[in-house]
């Protein structure tokens, strides 16, 4: 009795168990009692992490995530939320040029007053055409390209929503652009709308919307790509760097924004970047949870 009882209490403070398969008795004393060199022969080998090994970026899919939000699902949604947000952009542009001021002076700007008046106002596109490609080829050749693709998508749908609320809220007088010189009237909103879509906004009419750029947003996104994925690659990183500063370039050069509309969009966009993930936030139940409740009727 004495030893089935203190056999138990053994059991009670961890010191022996049982193996429930088996019926086998372990004693965790003996394995405490050999040499350290045996125990040690037990665990596996640690190898630290070199630097280079380390990534920011979940490429593998994570545990408990369903391809819904990684992968090239992952990169469908997040294009969407992308398309989304842009079709409530261009639309909302059409009221902002309606009531844009055409009476009041362009405000004074430094890099206006710097950089010299450059025509034709395309020159920015065409430069920003240039870095997309660039990125597009990149990440075309990029084993680990959909989680970049995801966030690349999910920062520019989250840019142009807060963009939505800056260009409504406060409307700014034009610069010394086509904008003040040949102002057009929008005759039919919806065609206008997508045109804009169609285009990617090179076709619509589009005034005052100023603060902040869309093509800085758009170009600093492309560039932290590079900055963020390709450290090892310093001709690709230069020369992303080159597009960048040659975009803002043009963007002042040919009046299409103040100096400061560029300034808030990169640091807007390198901060959202930085903080958006590369996951579709959402899962393929808590999408079908969301339209239930939309759409139910009680």
């Given at each position: 009795m004495k030893d089935s009882k203190r056999f138990q209490d053994e059991i009670s403070l961890g010191v022996v168990s049982t193996d429930p398969d088996t019926g086998k008795v372990k004693d965790f004393r003996r394995l405490e009692n050999?040499?350290?060199?045996?125990?040690?022969?037990?665990?596996?080998?640690?190898?630290?992490?070199?630097?280079d090994q380390v990534s920011l970026v979940p490429y593998n899919n994570p545990t408990g995530l369903s391809r819904w939000v990684t992968g090239k699902r992952g990169a469908l949604l997040s294009f969407l939320y992308f398309f989304l947000t842009s079709i409530i952009l261009?639309?909302?542009?059409?009221?902002?040029?309606?009531?844009m001021p055409l009476n009041v002076p362009p405000l004074p700007d430094l890099g206006h007053v710097v950089i010299p008046r450059m025509e034709p106002e395309q020159l920015?596109?065409?430069?920003?055409?240039?870095?997309?490609?660039?990125?597009?080829?990149?990440?075309?050749?990029?084993?680990?390209?959909?989680?970049?693709?995801i966030n690349f998508f999910l920062t520019l749908g989250n840019l142009y929503l807060l963009r939505v609320v800056s260009i409504s809220v406060t409307s700014?007088?034009?610069?010394?652009?086509?904008?003040?010189?040949?102002y057009e009237k929008i005759r039919n909103i919806w065609?206008?709308?997508?045109?804009?879509?169609?285009?990617?906004?090179?076709?619509?009419?589009?005034?005052?919307?100023?603060?902040?750029?869309?093509?800085?947003?758009?170009?600093?996104?492309?560039?932290m790509v590079f900055v963020l994925h390709y450290k090892k690659k310093f001709l690709i990183r230069?020369?992303?760097?080159?597009?960048?500063?040659?975009?803002?370039f043009f963007i002042i050069a040919t009046r299409s924004h103040?100096?400061?509309?560029?300034?808030?969009?990169?640091?807007?966009t390198v901060f959202a970047h930085r903080l958006t993930p590369y996951t579709f936030p959402f899962t393929?139940?808590?999408?079908?949870?969301?339209?239930?409740?939309?759409?139910?009727?009680?």
């Open positions: 050999k040499p350290r060199q045996e125990q040690d022969s037990r665990l596996p080998e640690f190898r630290p992490l070199e630097l261009v639309f909302v542009m059409n009221f902002v040029h309606m009531r920015g596109d065409i430069v920003l055409v240039v870095f997309i490609v660039m990125m597009v080829v990149a990440l075309y050749y990029n084993k680990k390209k959909w989680p970049m693709v700014l007088p034009p610069t010394e652009n086509h904008c003040r010189f040949q065609w206008n709308s997508f045109l804009g879509l169609a285009t990617f906004g090179s076709s619509n009419i589009h005034c005052g919307d100023l603060m902040f750029s869309g093509h800085a947003c758009m170009a600093t996104n492309v560039w230069l020369m992303a760097t080159f597009l960048l500063i040659m975009t803002f103040y100096t400061g509309d560029i300034w808030i969009a990169f640091w807007l393929k139940k808590k999408i079908a949870h969301f339209f239930k409740n939309v759409f139910s009727i009680n």
